[in-house]
């Protein structure tokens, strides 16, 4: 194993010495009015191991394009200092003992003046307070993060709100980020050890943290820290793009192992690393620019040389946080087991008691930055609860509860969508927890309205969300450990709240096919054939109910179009031919399930009904047909673009050019454009958002 | 359906329409004519002051007598697609916009322009405009789904069949997410339009939404330009954009208009012309064929 794709790392350091010469372990007198930048570097060789003999001569530094005068060169051993992170979340108990293993072998390296501490992390980081060279003491340390006798280190907003009110955020969270600035931050207090290191084990993606690796990144270089990545493959992958970034960019490594048994000699691996670099100093740059790009050459011949390009000068204070970090938070540690009465925010409770009164004017702030939305998310989550309790009737709870669901509805729809970063800030976590306020209570008409525009947001906002997760192979293996996607799970939760309910088996049905998008007319996943074969079966199931027949069997005679489709857009890509028929069979089935809708009371789903009629018959050869049915589409919703291009098209076809660019013609002069149903067939539920928040503030009407 | 089935009466042209603008050339012609747009070039660079004695044209296979002018002196008509939906957003879009107005702002006053936005819904900004006025796009932003197909079949269905060149571009990353018709359907209606098509390929999100994974249909496109005698370039930043721009106008300005009137072919159905030089090495564009 080899840190990966690394051959040369040089990490840059900007720390203010006391003389040209570096401090010798022990002494503590490391700061001075003499700016010094500090270059850590590591070169391989082309056999890929350490080249330890380098001199001076060997090297040459650049800073902005200008070359430096090198001030300090070493090539003996400088003392380092570890901030050392096990990622325990979604691990079991039994790769402890090898985490204290590979804990023990990193000591092992030690030389004089090395130190470490220990912290471990779910959705909570937390750390020894101190740093020790004491192998004994380090593996106790270890033991005791494990066991989380350790103290919490600052943590996100999220997760300590979420925590207090879902009571397991901490536990099943997964806080990379905000670990790495624990470490950072720790390291930075240290004022002994002349090279500072952050050395991270982790097997999951970060959920939880409200900061980002731009931000670790920033705060890494401006104090000089390297930062190691030791990626275990997990469940759910590992943020492995920017953790590499990351590594890359503070000149640490990252190393995947295939699991825990290979920890002990990834961190040998990083130890000996840690013993053989070189470090090179030189005057900064004198642009006044607060980043600098960094060159460094190495003239001998076949070592690979790798280096940071840009330096960040630490004067300047702390880097500015980034925009969806929690700011009202981070100062303090937390103690767990504290009490949940933080963030009850009394103005929020007279903005709920204002919606409740129907008070038209008290609509919900639209936010600009992550962080001031996360702050309102989070006041909302822990003020609710007690909102919802200070009324004494169960009836005036139930209108309280849904309540704070219509106003987080109107919250969410109000935001950019720029502003939602999923997961770490998603508009699935928060309908999450809006059902988990509603299930307190017993369902009501007015929350089939919710769920209904719980959707439509999902789709505005997360439409990746609806779909499943990209697979790891070994995930395709075992996906049952997969969590449902988000509109599955609130569709699952809809159906347990009101069972019988036919909107529901058409919802499964919509869900199943949603997930089968994208159309094949230009994609590669043949994967999607079995899930939108899937929801054919379902489509027949709700097609038995009469409430939703009509639109049961529109959908299912599409999707059996589209499936159809599939076969003519492989033989088009593969340049057979651009043409293909319908099968027999296939027309037959689409044009018998489209006459089993009958004639829909909707005139947008009679609309539909023609439009995907005409494609059917198109595609089937018979052109006249087709026309004649893009023109019954045409008249339910004249101009209205799906159909007229559909028409246009088709009249070209059949030689009748002249009517088809006066179509056309006409279409582009209309404006606004009519509302096209097609539009809200692609996006089912969205549309009508609005509408049924409406419907929601009504019901809410004293 | 095949082309072959269908009747494509779009591309035969009675010129019977005196010129529009005194600068024009005239033709006229007592039989239906049938107009070839052609670029030709050499490494690159257009090839000037051939003459109808340097082209070879058949049509089905039948060598045909033409008579060539250059298309310099002809007025261009433009529909320029842009797509401004949620994928083309922030530099891209103002890249779109810069580019955009200096392109219009360099046409000739005869020349006219139809700006187009894409979006989920296809919208023409204010019709057909004269040439030389720089368009403003930028306010326009960025947002919803694209309904690219809808936009190209359109564009290609009503660019008419005058004496006057059409032309339609296309500025995109090529996602369509929200149209009813499909690439294919686009790829079918190309050979038979009068305008030629040149596509703006701007690479974007790979994942742009609900509807959509994977594209954009490179294949497609292309060919559905190249069947015009146009061609599909990628773009890469602000300077590319404008090198399309410059690329797509300055290969109509410098190209030749072959006509002549169909002999000893059959009078119905799709006919396939190939058009070459006598002179070897050099590379020649023009449509695959018209429809009778």
């Known amino acids: 194993m080899k840190l990966s794709t690394r051959a040369c790392v040089l990490a840059v350091i900007v720390l203010p010495f006391a003389s040209e010469r570096y401090p010798q372990a022990g002494q503590t007198t490391f700061r001075s009015t003499t700016d010094v930048v500090y270059v850590t570097a590591t070169v391989i060789g082309a056999d890929g191991h350490l080249v330890t003999d380098l001199t001076e001569d060997d090297f040459r530094v650049r800073a902005d394009g200008v070359r430096r005068e090198m001030t300090v060169f070493h090539s003996d051993q400088i003392p380092f200092a570890a901030s050392i992170w096990f990622d325990i979340s979604p691990s079991d108990v039994g790769s402890f003992p090898l985490m204290a293993g590979a804990m023990s072998e990193f000591v092992r390296h030690f030389g004089p003046g090395d130190r470490a501490n220990v912290g471990s992390f779910n959705g909570l980081p937390s750390m020894t307070s101190r740093f020790t060279a004491n192998r004994r003491t380090l593996i106790n340390w270890v033991n005791a993060s494990l066991g989380g006798e350790d103290v919490p280190c600052f943590g996100p907003t999220l997760a300590r709100s979420a925590g207090r009110l879902a009571g397991d955020w901490d536990r099943t969270g997964t806080a990379s980020w905000s670990a790495i600035e624990c470490g950072i931050k720790a390291l930075a207090s240290d004022l002994e050890t002349p090279r500072h290191v952050v050395v991270i084990v982790t097997d999951g993606f970060d959920n939880v943290s409200g900061i980002d690796e731009r931000y670790v990144e920033r705060l890494a270089n401006r104090d000089g820290v390297m930062v190691y990545v030791v990626a275990v493959p997990g469940t759910g992958g590992v943020n492995r793009a920017d953790l590499e970034a990351l590594a890359d960019h503070t000149g640490g490594g990252y190393l995947p192992i295939p699991g825990f048994q290979d920890l002990e000699s990834a961190f040998a691996e990083v130890a000996d690393e840690l013993r053989h670099q070189y470090v090179i100093g030189f005057s900064p740059s004198t642009a006044t620019t607060d980043s600098h790009e960094i060159d460094v050459l190495c003239g001998r011949p076949n070592v690979h040389v790798r280096f940071r390009r840009a330096y960040a000068t630490s004067d300047r204070g702390t880097p500015a946080p980034p925009p969806d970090m929690g700011a009202a938070v981070v100062a303090q540690p937390l103690a767990i087991g504290a009490p949940t009465v933080e963030l009850t925010d009394p103005a929020v409770l007279a903005r709920l008691d204002r919606y409740l009164a129907g008070d038209s004017t008290m609509v919900p702030r639209t936010f600009h930055s992550r962080s001031d939305l996360r702050i309102a998310l989070d006041t909302l989550r822990n003020s609710a609860p007690s909102w919802i309790g200070a009324a004494s009737a169960p009836a005036d709870q139930s209108r309280r509860r849904l309540a704070v669901a219509a106003y987080t509805l109107d919250l969410v729809a109000a935001q950019p969508d720029t502003l939602w970063v999923p997961p770490s800030l998603s508009v699935s976590s928060v309908l999450d927890w809006t059902r988990w306020v509603l299930d307190m209570g017993p369902p009501s008409a007015a929350e089939r309205v919710w769920y209904k525009a719980a959707a439509g947001l999902l789709e505005r906002f997360e439409p990746r969300a609806i779909r499943p997760p990209l697979l790891h192979a070994d995930q395709r293996q075992n996906p049952v450990d997969l969590d449902p996607p988000p509109l599955l799970r609130l569709v699952k939760d809809g159906e347990k709240r009101f069972p019988g309910d036919a909107w529901w088996a058409l919802e499964r049905a919509l869900e199943q096919e949603l997930r089968s998008w994208p159309d094949a007319r230009d994609g590669h996943a043949p994967e999607w054939v079995t899930t939108a074969a899937s929801a054919i079966g379902l489509y027949d199931r709700a097609a038995e109910f009469a409430d939703v027949r009509a639109e049961a069997e529109v959908r299912r005679a599409f999707l059996t179009l589209r499936l159809a489709r599939l076969s003519d857009e492989k033989t088009h890509r593969a340049g057979e031919s651009l043409e293909s028929r319908l099968a027999d069979g296939d027309l037959g089935e689409v044009l018998r399930h489209l006459d089993a809708a009958g004639t829909p009371v909707a005139p947008e789903l009679r609309y539909l009904l023609n439009l995907f009629r005409g494609m059917a018959l198109q595609r089937g050869g018979r052109l006249a047909e087709a026309v004649g049915a893009f023109r019954a589409a045409f008249s339910e919703a004249p101009y209205a673009q799906s159909a007229t291009v559909a028409l246009g098209t088709a009249l070209a076809e059949s030689g009748q050019s002249g009517e088809a660019a006066a179509l056309l013609s006409r279409m582009w002069d209309i404006t606004p454009a009519p509302v096209d149903p097609w539009l809200f067939y692609v996006f089912p539920h969205y549309p009508h958002v609005d509408e049924w928040r409406h419907q929601l503030r009504a019901a809410l009407a004293p | ?292």
Request: aromatic share 6%; hydrophobic share 45%.
């Open chain 2, 1 to 292: 359906m095949t082309p072959t089935a269908a009747r494509w009466p779009l591309f035969v042209a009675a010129w019977t329409v005196a010129a529009l603008h005194a600068q024009v050339p005239v033709f006229r012609a007592g039989v239906d004519v049938v107009t070839v747009p052609v670029s030709v070039t050499k490494d690159h660079q257009p090839v000037l002051g051939l003459t109808a004695g340097d082209f070879v044209l058949t049509d089905n296979g039948v060598p045909q007598a033409v008579d060539a002018v250059a298309q310099e002196s002809l007025p261009i008509d433009i529909i320029l697609l842009l797509d401004t939906s949620a994928s083309i957003e922030g530099q891209a879009l103002t890249q779109f916009a810069d580019a955009v107005a200096e392109m219009t702002g360099g046409l000739q006053p005869s020349d006219r322009i139809r700006l187009v936005s894409v979006r989920g819904t296809v919208t023409d900004l204010g019709g057909m405009q004269a040439g030389g006025l720089r368009a403003t796009v930028a306010g326009l932003g960025a947002a919803g789904g694209t309904s690219l197909y809808n936009a190209l079949a359109t564009a290609l269905i009503v660019a008419p069949r005058i004496d006057r060149l059409q032309l339609v571009l296309l500025c995109s990353d090529g996602l369509d997410t929200t149209s009813f018709i499909g690439a294919p359907d686009v790829g079918r209606l190309a050979p038979h339009s009068a305008a030629v098509l040149y596509v703006g390929l701007r690479r974007g999100s790979s994942d742009s939404g609900l509807m959509y994974t994977g594209g954009p249909n490179t294949s497609v496109l292309r060919a559905a330009a190249e069947s015009t005698g146009g061609r599909l370039v990628e773009v890469r930043g602000a300077d590319a954009l404008r090198t399309f721009f410059t690329t797509a106008l300055d290969t109509v300005r410098t190209g030749y208009l072959l006509r002549y009137a169909p002999e000893q072919v059959a009078a119905h159905g799709w006919h396939d012309v190939a058009v070459r030089t006598r002179t070897p090495g050099l590379t020649v564009r023009a449509r695959k064929g018209y429809d009778d």
